[in-house]
């Protein structure tokens, strides 16, 4: 399930990066991590599986029980000094100075990095404002920003200067529809100038929609990771048969080697038989055989979800 | 040494091998200085830093005019017991700039040195709590470069609020007493010119007097992610301090108390200057500085930043 080879050095590496916090809880648990360069890379976990403990880890925040990680080919937090400066990172929700106008918070933000040229500081402000579209409200406090403003002023620090990687943890959380919507249509763009983009996040459909390449987290260990379409394909398909007589149907696909059937109004869904040789074709002429009314059959494509369920035996809502 | 650096070098060595990507420009060699600045004007546009430094200008507003009022009844200043500290109160009659003084030895004791524990304890610990302290940190700020400008930054704060008593003060004094020739306490009169210059190098004694304190509450700072848990400790270890300086039964702590030389600055209204006890102070304040300053850099160092 590797990566396919790319130029360079991962933008994102880890080895065996674990972190037990003090409460004896094992977060982050022997993580090998590989993010090629210029992707857009989901994340994915439930909540509390440890992406946020990973992204502290990688930024030199937390220190890893065990393990190393390194970002931009270079070891973390050994070289934070070289490597932060071409990485921008929203951690786990934005964090505002509420006196401060937006503006100032960005000057806030921007002279704490010793490689921001204060020359350009103000032309750099105003790049990152109009980017994620605050231009309006730059004066005004940020504690009267409503919780999107809030986010994509956060974003507005990742963008002071130019990024090799952007690290967006849960860019969406808490937002509104359109506020979802408008967040990732602005991490498509950024990725489309060529920034690769880690973005962690519990949102299946998320990350389907926003990335090229995905790792899957749950409670604290990798299960999987690669191009999201080589996953999502790598799950099998369920069986979906439409029938007004669901009971009858479920009874006749289970004796013929369906498994993990569920039957939903009309809507019956199950695993294909894993023997070599079914036909498909045979299920249908024994449920018509038995006098079933078949409506529709057919074969659902294998999703994300598919995955994370085959990987975990579990559903994705289940908390870690 | 982390336990992160040892795991590091493995990767630290196949990275080497290849190629730096895109240079970034180089930190100045000014390189606090921007992040010093930064650091002053947030902790000063706080509201509760006015608040702080408001309350210190008028404590020299009410001392005046309860003077004023006391000495408006034909009473003559009564019998000031001054005790160890200095009563410079029966003199403010006769020139308003000994206001400067009795304001300093009013407010040393417990106000002044209370806004630098409440601004020193809020340092790192209001911005772990408020979470702008990670965004700080991966900006890369740099823990060791940020420490050090909250320290600078405490500093400057120090010599403010001192200043903020002073001159607030000076004008009471001269809207509402004489000024003129100030009679030291060593019996010397020297002209009103000598006193404003050593009411300066007092104000600047009693700065130097809460470096100890800033330095602890850098400390206690560092230990918490809560800011308004760090502020209180800070505020309530004065407190204890001052008790425990109180009692004459502990005297064999006393000098080792950050508080015990406080009173000095008084020696700067002398001629000539008896400088033994203000550099005692500076000394003591000096190892204050160094101990919790490197106690404050190996907490922040190494401490995980979870909030
Ligand atoms: N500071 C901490 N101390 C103890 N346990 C923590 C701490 N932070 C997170 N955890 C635990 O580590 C696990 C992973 O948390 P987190 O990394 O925040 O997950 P996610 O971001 O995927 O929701 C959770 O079980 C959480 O309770
Ligand atoms: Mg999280």
Redesign the pocket.
């Known amino acids: 399930m590797d990566a396919p080879p790319t130029a360079g050095e991962p933008a994102v590496e880890a080895r065996g990066l674990s972190k037990r916090f003090r409460g004896g809880q094992l977060a982050v648990d022997g993580l090998d991590l590989r993010v090629p360069r210029g992707s857009v890379f989901g994340f994915l976990g439930p909540?509390g599986s440890g992406?946020?403990t990973t992204i502290r880890m990688l930024l030199g925040l937390v220190t890893p029980t065990d393990g190393s990680a390194a970002l931009l080919g270079r070891p973390m937090p050994a070289d934070a000094r070289r490597v932060l400066p071409k990485v921008g990172a929203l951690i786990?929700g934005p964090a505002l100075y509420g006196f401060l106008s937006g503006r100032d918070n960005l000057a806030r933000f921007d002279a704490a990095d010793p490689t921001a040229d204060p020359a350009t500081r103000r032309a750099r402000i105003d790049a990152a404002l109009d980017r994620v579209g605050l231009g309006a409200a730059a004066r005004k406090h940020a504690r009267t920003y409503s919780l999107g403003m809030k986010q994509r002023l956060g974003l507005a620090v990742a963008l002071l200067q130019p990024r090799e990687l952007l690290i967006l943890?849960?860019p969406t959380n808490g937002l509104d529809p359109q506020g979802m919507r408008e967040m990732r249509t602005l991490v498509r763009e950024l990725a489309g100038d060529g920034t690769t983009v880690f973005l962690?996040s519990h949102l299946l459909d998320e990350v389907e929609q926003v990335c090229t390449h995905t790792a899957v987290m749950a409670r604290g260990r990798l299960l999987a990771q690669g191009p999201v379409a080589e996953l999502a394909a790598g799950a099998r398909g369920r069986l979906v048969v439409t029938t007004p007589d669901a009971g009858d149907a479920a009874s006749v696909l289970k004796e013929h080697g369906v498994t993990a059937l569920s039957t939903e109004g009309d809507r019956v869904t199950g695993d294909p038989p894993t023997e070599p040789g079914t036909d498909l074709a045979d299920l249908n002429a024994a449920l018509v055989h038995a006098g079933v009314r078949v409506r529709s059959f057919g074969v659902e494509n294998g999703s994300l979800e598919d995955a994370f369920v085959a990987l975990t035996g579990e559903g994705f809502d289940v908390a870690g | 040494m982390s336990p992160a650096d040892g795991a590091a070098s493995a990767v630290r060595a196949e990275a080497a091998a290849s190629g730096p990507g895109t240079a970034v420009r180089r930190p100045s060699p000014l390189w606090t200085l921007s992040l010093f600045r930064s650091e002053l004007t947030v902790t000063l546009r706080r509201w509760r830093t006015l608040a702080l430094l408001g309350i210190l200008a008028v404590l020299p507003v009410l001392i005046g005019i309860a003077v004023k009022i006391e000495t408006g009844g034909g009473d003559g200043g009564g019998g000031g017991d001054g005790g160890e500290g200095p009563a410079f109160i029966n003199q403010i009659t006769n020139n308003g700039l000994f206001l400067v003084f009795t304001a300093l030895a009013a407010t040393l004791p417990f106000f002044l040195p209370m806004t630098v524990g409440v601004v020193a304890g809020d340092a790192v610990a209001g911005e772990a709590s408020a979470g702008t302290l990670r965004y700080l940190l991966v900006a890369p700020a740099g823990r060791t470069r940020l420490l050090l400008a909250k320290f600078a930054a405490l500093l400057v704060f120090c010599l403010l609020a001192t200043l903020v008593v002073a001159l607030s003060a000076v004008l009471v004094g001269a809207a509402l007493f004489p000024l003129g020739d100030i009679t030291l306490l060593s019996g010397v009169t020297v002209p009103l010119s000598e006193g404003l210059l050593r009411a300066l190098a007092i104000a600047v004694a009693v700065a130097v007097s809460l470096v100890g304190l800033a330095a602890l509450g850098l400390f206690v700072s560092t230990l918490t992610g809560s800011g308004i848990a760090a502020m209180s400790a800070t505020v309530g270890l004065l407190i204890t301090v001052q008790i425990v300086g109180a009692i004459p039964q502990l005297d064999v702590v006393h000098p080792y108390l950050f508080p015990y030389h406080w009173m000095s600055f008084a020696d700067l209204l002398r001629a000539p200057v008896p400088w033994g006890d203000i550099l005692a102070n500076a000394g003591l304040q000096g190892v204050y500085a160094a101990v919790f300053g490197s106690a404050a850099w190996a907490r922040f160092t190494t401490r995980d930043i979870t909030s």
């Open positions: 909540n992406k946020t786990e943890d849960e962690s």
